[in-house]
C-alpha cells in the first residue's frame, strides 16, 4: 500500500493503528471493554485540552447489531421521523474516523460505505476538523451572494485547476449532488438554447423533480412523485455484463446514439448527462471505448457533455475523476460527495464561456458554497493531494478485486465482479446465468451488518453489493473486513 505523507504516522488521522483478529461470522465478540474501542494508550499525554483521543482501527463488538442503545434510539426516530427517510443499517453512531464507526453501544464496526463515497479522507480529517473549526469562530455563513468571502472562491480556483481539461473554467458553489445536476442542465439549456436532455439506463441522478426524471430506477427513487419534468430522454448504456453478446464500448456508443438521433435529434440535445461509472445503478463500468465516443459526438453536434462525478469524484475511483481513465475531458463536470469531508458541498465546474453564458443572478442559492463547508473542502483536497489518495484508491482497489475474484471462483452466486480504484462491486445471480439475486444480495448484506461491518447494496435490480471504504482505511483493517464478507458469502 502507498506510504502516507508523513511516513512517521502510523495511520493517517493521527492515531495508533490497532489490529486485532477474531472470528468473523455473526456474532464475533471480543474480549474488549466499551472503553477500549478508543486506543488512548500512548496519546492521552499529547493531546489538547478538550480533543479527542483517536480511535483504535479495530472491529470491536461488545452487543448484537443493532444494540440495545440504538434499538431505543430507533424507537424515538420511528416516532420523530418521516417514515419515507430509510437507513441502511439502524446503528446510532457517537464516533467515527479512520475506517471505523463506533455506536452508541460501543460496538465499533468497519466501514464499507463511507457514507456512500462522502469521506474519502475519513470522518475526522485532524485538517478538515482543524479548518472547519477555525472557520466556525471566525463566520458560518454570510451568503456569497450578499456579502462574498474567500473560500469560496479559493474552492472554484481549486476546482478549476484539479478537474480535467488545460481549458479557461469557471465553476459555481452548491449544496448537494442533485442540485449541481439541476444547474448543469440549466447552464446547458442556456448556453445552447436547446431543450432535450440525455441520460442512460440504471442512471442515478437525485431525487429532486428533474433529477427523478434523470433517474433510471423508479422504486424508491420515483415512485409516486410524478409528473417529472419533461424533455428528458434515455439513451442505453453500456453494460457489459448484460449485453446480450461481445460488444466493443465504440459499437454500444453507436448503439446508443442511434437512439437518440431517433427518439430526439441532435439538433434539439441541449446536454447528454453521464456517470463515467454508475453508482446506484450498480457500479456500471461501460466498455473502454464508450465514453470518447459519446462524448466526440457530442462534440461534433454541439451538444454539452456533462460528466456526472458526484460519487466517483476526488480520487475514488484511482485517479481524481474518472473521465480521466480514457482521457475524456467534459464540458461540465458535476461534484459533490468526496468534496468536503463530510460536510454539504457541491458544485458545477466547466468550460468558462459555457459557465459565463448565464446571466447574472441565474445561479445560486442561499446556502451554496457555505463558508465552512468552504474550508472543509479546502482541508480535504489538500489531504487528498498531499497524501496521494488517489493512489491509495488504486491500491485498495486491486486488494479488493483479487480477493471478490478469487472468491467468485467458488461462489457462483457471485456474476460479475467489477469496479475501479476504492469503487468495487459484485452482482448476485442465480447460479448458471445472469437473473439478478436481490434477495441473496440483501442476506450477505445482512451478515455483514450482524458482524460489524457496514456494506450497502445497490444495482437497478437491487442484487450488487458495493464496497466503498474511506480511502484512509488500514489494510489489516480492509482485509479483515474482506473476511467477515467472504464468511458471509459462503453462509458461514
Known amino acids: 500500500m502507498r506510504a502516507l505523507r508523513d511516513p512517521s504516522a502510523t495511520c493517517p488521522w493521527g492515531g495508533e493503528i490497532s489490529h486485532r483478529s477474531g472470528p468473523h461470522g455473526p456474532g464475533a465478540q471480543y474480549d474488549l471493554s466499551m472503553t477500549d474501542a478508543l486506543d488512548t494508550r500512548s496519546h492521552v499525554a499529547l493531546l489538547p485540552p478538550g480533543a479527542v483521543a483517536p480511535l483504535a482501527q479495530r472491529r470491536h463488538l461488545v452487543t448484537e447489531v443493532p444494540g440495545p442503545r440504538s434499538r431505543a434510539l430507533h424507537e424515538r426516530r420511528n416516532a420523530a421521523v418521516a417514515a419515507g427517510v430509510g437507513s441502511t443499517l439502524p ?60 473560500g469560496y472562491v479559493a474552492v472554484c480556483e481549486a476546482l478549476n485547476r484539479l478537474t480535467p481539461g488545460g481549458h479557461a473554467k469557471k465553476s459555481a458553489l452548491f449544496n448537494s449532488g442533485a442540485e449541481a445536476v439541476e444547474n448543469a442542465v440549466k447552464v446547458a439549456r442556456h448556453a445552447t438554447g436547446r431543450d432535450a436532455v440525455v441520460v442512460f439506463d440504471h442512471a442515478y441522478h437525485g431525487r429532486t423533480n428533474l433529477t427523478m426524471a434523470m433517474t433510471a430506477k423508479a422504486m424508491p427513487y420515483k415512485n409516486g412523485f410524478g409528473p417529472f419534468a419533461g424533455e428528458v430522454y434515455r439513451a442505453p448504456m453500456s453494460y457489459p455484463f448484460r449485453e446480450e453478446g461481445a460488444i466493443t464500448g465504440e459499437q454500444a456508443a453507436a448503439r446508443a446514439i442511434a437512439v437518440i438521433d431517433r427518439q430526439v435529434g441532435a439538433g434539439q440535445v441541449a446536454a447528454v448527462v453521464i456517470e463515467p461509472i454508475q453508482g446506484e445503478g450498480g457500479f456500471v463500468v461501460p466498455e473502454p471505448g464508450f465514453l470518447p465516443a459519446v462524448a466526440d459526438w457530442c462534440t461534433v453536434n454541439g451538444i454539452v457533455f456533462v460528466a456526472d462525478e458526484i460519487q466517483t469524484g476526488f480520487g475514488r475511483t484511482g485517479v481524481m475523476f474518472a473521465c480521466e481513465h480514457e482521457g475524456v475531458v467534459p464540458d461540465l463536470i458535476t461534484t459533490a460527495k468526496g468534496i468536503a469531508g463530510g460536510l454539504p458541498l457541491a458544485a458545477v465546474t466547466g468550460r468558462a464561456e459555457l459557465m459565463d453564458a448565464v446571466h447574472g443572478g441565474g445561479l445560486g442559492g442561499t446556502y451554496g458554497g457555505n463558508p465552512v463547508a468552504c474550508a472543509a473542502a479546502l482541508a480535504a483536497i489538500a489531504a487528498m493531494v498531499d497524501d496521494d489518495l ?103
Open 390 to 492: 488517489p493512489g491509495r484508491a488504486k491500491d485498495l482497489g486491486e486488494l479488493m478485486l483479487a480477493r471478490l475474484r478469487s472468491l467468485a471462483v467458488d461462489h457462483p452466486q457471485i456474476g460479475d465482479v467489477r469496479g475501479r480504484g476504492a469503487m468495487v462491486a459484485f452482482e448476485l445471480v442465480h447460479p448458471g446465468g445472469t437473473e439478478p439475486d436481490a434477495a441473496e444480495a440483501a442476506r450477505i448484506s445482512a451478515a455483514c451488518h450482524r458482524a460489524g461491518v457496514v456494506t450497502l447494496t445497490c444495482g437497478t435490480f437491487g442484487n450488487v453489493l458495493r464496497l466503498l471504504p474511506p480511502l484512509v482505511i488500514d489494510e489489516a483493517l480492509l482485509t479483515e473486513a474482506l473476511d467477515v464478507l467472504a464468511d458471509a458469502v459462503a453462509g458461514r
Open 91 to 150: 446503528v446510532y453512531i457517537e464516533r467515527a474516523g479512520g475506517g471505523v464507526l463506533v455506536d452508541v453501544d460501543g460496538n465499533a464496526l468497519i466501514d464499507l460505505g463511507s457514507g456512500i463515497a462522502v469521506v474519502g479522507v475519513g470522518n475526522a480529517n485532524p485538517r478538515v476538523v482543524e479548518a472547519v473549526t477555525e472557520q466556525v469562530a471566525r463566520f458560518t455563513h454570510t451568503c456569497f451572494m450578499v456579502t462574498p468571502y474567500e
